[in-house]
């Protein structure tokens, strides 16, 4: 499977995510560029998550983060799907039409 098609997780929170790494599981911070080197990718990914530039990546990566901070993956991820949208661009407004009530004949 390609890293296109792979399932994705979408961060549920930038700050969450800067929290736990300056007190890690094992009690340490890590630096996003130390984050980046130790899952394997670019530290611009590291840093797109934190501005709130990137929002979803795919679950391996959100798995390798976790394990390098040491968390369960659902304190920081949300697995995409029809709950919740890959892109906020995915996320379609409702649109319902309000019916005047209808008189009821006695």
């Known amino acids: 499977m390609d890293l296109e098609s792979a399932p994705r997780h979408r961060l549920v929170s930038p700050d969450r995510l800067r929290m736990l790494m300056e007190r890690t599981g ?4 890590i630096s996003g560029r130390e984050l980046a080197a130790a899952v394997g990718v670019a530290h611009g990914t590291v840093n797109g998550l934190l501005s709130g530039a990137t929002s979803t990546q795919p679950a391996a990566t959100a798995y390798a983060i976790c394990q390098v901070i040491g968390v369960d993956v659902l304190v920081l991820w949300a697995p995409t799907g029809r ?13 319902t039409r309000s019916r005047k009530p209808t008189p009821i004949s006695s």
């Open 83 to 95: 709950a919740v949208p890959a892109d906020e661009g995915d996320i379609r407004p409702t649109v």
């Open 26 to 29: 094992s009690g340490s911070s």
